[in-house]
C-alpha cells in the first residue's frame, strides 16, 4: 500500500467525510513538507512520524468543530453480548468504517487513537486535553455503542 | 473473548481498508499551499562578502608592503627664491636643483652597485648654465627641506623589478629627477617628488633608478642637456614650480569591472489606490541589491574624471501575503440531525445548513526587479598614499531597460503575476560615491568604494502604485588602465 494511501486511510478513520479527510491529509502534507528536513529519517521510524502527523492533524479539525459545536450525543445503554461473530466476519473494511461512522465523534477518535493506532490512555488525554478516566471510560461506551450498532445490523439483516 | 477479537478485527481491517480518492487533485492543491522554496541567498552573499573581504586584506597587505620603510630619505628640496634662467651661474641656494649626480662615464661600472653607480659628485656640469660648487649634501643645509621618504637601495633594486612590470622612463620637461647620493652605502636621495601630495610612490623611485640606468649609458653632456632643458622651462619662478611637475602619474584611460552588494530603501506612492499601497507596503520586503557592470574612466585634467559604464542591478524582494476569500454556500446533509426514537433506534433527519466557507492562504513569493542602466560619472580623484588613490565622483544614471519577475496584490486582494512593468523616465536616478583605488601593478588597479544611488523617477508594476528605491551599496571592482 502507497504510503497516500495508508495515510489517507488513517485520516479517513478520524473524519466524517471523504472531504474532510482530504483537507486533514493535505494540512498533514503540507507539514510533513515543511519540516522533513527536521526529521531524522534514518533513526526514527518515518511511519510513525507520519502517521501522527496526520492523526494531529485530524485531531485539530475535530477540536475544531466541536468547539463549534459542542454536541456530541453520548450514548448510554446496556452493554449487549454480540451474539453473531459471523455478522463480524462478514464485515469488510468499508462496512466498519461505516458503522465506526455511526460512532459519536469523541467515541470514534478515542477508539481509532487506542485500538488502531496504538495510544495510551495518558497520550490520548494530553491529546484531546480530557482525563485519562475520561478516556477509559469513553473508549468503553465506544465500543459497547459498537456493538449495538453490530447487533442492530444484525436484526435488520434477519427481518 | 469476543470483545478482543472484535478489536483486533476492526484494528485489522481498518489498517487495510482502501480509500478511493483523487490524489492528482490534492497535489496540486499541496503544491499551492507549500511556501515557495526559500532562494538560496546566503551563499551568494557569503561570496560576495568574502570577495569584500581579501580585496580589503590584499589592498591593505600590498598597502604595507609598499611602505616598508617609511623613515624620512627621500628629500625634496625647495627654494623660495626666484629662479633667473637667463642666469648662467646659481647661488648656493639654486644650485642645488641642478646638482645633479654625475655619471662617471670613464668607469662606470666600478662604482658601487648599491647606489645605482651614481656617483655623488660636484662637478660643474655644465659651463653654460649652472656652476656648482657645493655637494648636495652641503648645500641641503641651507634648503628647506621636506622629508618625503626613506627608500633603501636594496628595496629600490628590487622593487624596480617588482613583478613584470616594465619600467620606461619618459624624461620630458615635466619630470626634473636628480639622484645625488648621500651616503652610497646606504641610501639614495631623491630631490623629485610629489610636491602637493608629499609622496613619493614606489612607481617613482624605480623610474629614478632605472633613469640612472639610463643615465649611465648617456653622456655627460646628454645629462646636462637634460638638466638645460629642465632649466629652460618657460615660467620657471622658483624651484617650487620646477619640482611640481613631478605629479603622480595620469593613468588616462581605465577600463574596469566590478560588482557589489547593497541595501535598498523603496518608496511607494500611490496614484489612486491608498489601500492597496498599504496592502503592499505591509506585506512586501526589499531584501538587498546585487549589482555589477563595467566601467569606463577617462583622467582628464586638474585631478578630474569622467566615466560611463554599463550596469545590471538586481534587488529582490519577498511578498509574504494570506489571501483570504469568503464564499457562502449551502449544504442539505443527510445527517444533519440524529435522533433516538422511542424504539431505541436511531433516525437521522436531513438538514439544510447556509454557512460562510472562510478559506485563506499564504503567499511567500521572492521578487525581482531587474534593471539595466548607464551611470555617467564626473569625479574628482587625489593621492592618498603610494598608489593609493581616493576618488569622489557623482552624475547621472540612465534607465536602459527595467523588469519586474514574480508576483503582486492585485486591486481585489488577490495575488497575480506581475504583468509587464510600465517604466518611468529615462533619467532613472543620482549617484553619489567615493571609491579608494589601489595601483597592484602599472595596468591593474584594485577599487573597493561605496555610494548612494537616490532615485530621479518611478516605475509601477500594477498601474496603480508607483515605486522607486534609494540604495545604499558597497562595490569592488578591478581597473585596467590604458596608458
Known amino acids: 500500500m502507497l504510503t497516500s494511501d495508508r495515510l489517507m486511510n488513517v485520516s479517513r478513520r478520524y473524519t466524517n467525510s471523504l472531504e474532510d479527510a482530504k483537507d486533514v491529509l493535505q494540512n498533514a502534507y503540507v507539514k510533513i513538507f515543511i519540516n522533513l528536513k527536521n526529521c531524522d529519517l534514518k533513526n526514527g521510524n518515518i511511519d510513525g512520524w507520519l502517521s501522527r502527523i496526520v492523526v494531529n492533524e485530524a485531531l485539530q479539525l475535530y477540536r475544531k468543530k466541536k468547539k463549534d459545536n459542542n454536541r456530541d450525543v453520548l450514548y448510554q445503554q446496556g452493554l449487549k453480548e454480540i451474539s453473531a461473530p459471523e455478522i463480524i466476519a462478514r464485515l469488510n473494511a468499508e462496512d466498519i468504517l461505516k458503522l465506526m461512522k455511526r460512532l459519536p465523534e469523541g467515541y470514534r477518535m478515542i477508539f481509532n487513537m487506542n485500538v488502531v493506532e496504538g495510544f495510551s490512555h495518558k497520550e490520548i488525554s494530553e491529546q484531546l486535553g480530557i482525563a485519562e478516566s475520561t478516556s477509559r471510560s469513553q473508549l468503553s461506551r465506544a465500543k459497547e455503542l459498537l456493538r449495538d450498532i453490530i447487533n442492530d445490523q444484525k436484526k435488520a439483516e434477519l427481518c | ?483
Not at chain 2, 37 to 60: H, N, P, Q, T
Not at chain 2, 80 to 88: A, I, V, Y
Not at chain 2, 244 to 255: D, F, M, R, T, V
Open chain 2, 1 to 483: 473473548m469476543l470483545k478482543d477479537n472484535l478489536d483486533k478485527y476492526i484494528k485489522e481491517n481498518l489498517e487495510n481498508a482502501r480509500v478511493d480518492w483523487d490524489k492528482n487533485a490534492m497535489w496540486d492543491d499541496i503544491e499551492k499551499q507549500l511556501p515557495a522554496k526559500e532562494k538560496d541567498r546566503k551563499g551568494l552573499l557569503y561570496l560576495i562578502g568574502l570577495l569584500f573581504l581579501l580585496m580589503s586584506v590584499a589592498i591593505c597587505f600590498f598597502a604595507i608592503n609598499g611602505n616598508v620603510d617609511n623613515e624620512p630619505a627621500v628629500a625634496f628640496m625647495q627654494n623660495e627664491g626666484p629662479l633667473d634662467k637667463n642666469t648662467t651661474e646659481l647661488n648656493d641656494a639654486n644650485a642645488h636643483i641642478f646638482s645633479r649626480p654625475i655619471i662617471d662615464e670613464k668607469s662606470p661600472q666600478t662604482d658601487s652597485d648599491d647606489v645605482a653607480k651614481v656617483k655623488d659628485t660636484n662637478t660643474n656640469t655644465n659651463t653654460n648654465t649652472t656652476t656648482n660648487t657645493n655637494t648636495y649634501a652641503n648645500s641641503s643645509a641651507d634648503l628647506k627641506i621636506n622629508t618625503i621618504g626613506k627608500v633603501k637601495v636594496d628595496d629600490l633594486e628590487r622593487k624596480s623589478n617588482y613583478g613584470s612590470e616594465k619600467k620606461s622612463i619618459q624624461i620630458t620637461e615635466e619630470h626634473t629627477i636628480a639622484l645625488p647620493v648621500i651616503n652610497p652605502s646606504e641610501l639614495i636621495t631623491i630631490d623629485s617628488a610629489v610636491l602637493d601630495s608629499k609622496v613619493v610612490s614606489i612607481d617613482q623611485v624605480s623610474n629614478a633608478i632605472s633613469l640612472i640606468e639610463r643615465l649611465e649609458s648617456i653622456s655627460n653632456i646628454g645629462f646636462k642637456k637634460l638638466l638645460i632643458s629642465n632649466r629652460d622651462l618657460p615660467n620657471i619662478r622658483s624651484e617650487q614650480s620646477m619640482i611640481e611637475i613631478s605629479k603622480a602619474p595620469n593613468k588616462g584611460l581605465q577600463l574596469g569591472v566590478y560588482s557589489g552588494i547593497g541595501i535598498a530603501d523603496r518608496t511607494l506612492q500611490s496614484q489612486s489606490n491608498d489601500d492597496l499601497l498599504e496592502l503592499r507596503d505591509q506585506n512586501e520586503t526589499v531584501l538587498e541589491v546585487i549589482r555589477g557592470g563595467l566601467t569606463l574612466r577617462k583622467k582628464i585634467s586638474h585631478n578630474f574624471s569622467i566615466g560611463a559604464g554599463i550596469e545590471y542591478q538586481r534587488i529582490n524582494e519577498r511578498l509574504d501575503y494570506i489571501e483570504s476569500s469568503q464564499t457562502t454556500v449551502t449544504v442539505t446533509s443527510d445527517s444533519a440531525y440524529v435522533a433516538n426514537t422511542a424504539s431505541g433506534s436511531l433516525q437521522y433527519f436531513s438538514g439544510k445548513v447556509d454557512g460562510v466557507v472562510t478559506s485563506s492562504q499564504r503567499f511567500i513569493r521572492y521578487n525581482a526587479h531587474h534593471n539595466i542602466s548607464m551611470p555617467l560619472h564626473v569625479g574628482y580623484y587625489t593621492s592618498l598614499a603610494p598608489k593609493i588613490e581616493v576618488s569622489a565622483y557623482a552624475g547621472p544614471v540612465i534607465n536602459l531597460y527595467q523588469g519586474y519577475e514574480g508576483y503582486n496584490i492585485n486591486l481585489d486582494g488577490y495575488i497575480v503575476e506581475t504583468d509587464a512593468i510600465r517604466s518611468g523616465s529615462i533619467l532613472s536616478a543620482f549617484d553619489a560615491g567615493l571609491s579608494l583605488d589601489y595601483g597592484m601593478s602599472s595596468c591593474i588597479d584594485i577599487s573597493i568604494g561605496a555610494f548612494y544611488r537616490r532615485a530621479l523617477s518611478a516605475f509601477s508594476i500594477d498601474s496603480n502604485i508607483d515605486q522607486s528605491y534609494d540604495n545604499l551599496n558597497l562595490q569592488v571592482g578591478i581597473l585596467y588602465n590604458f596608458y
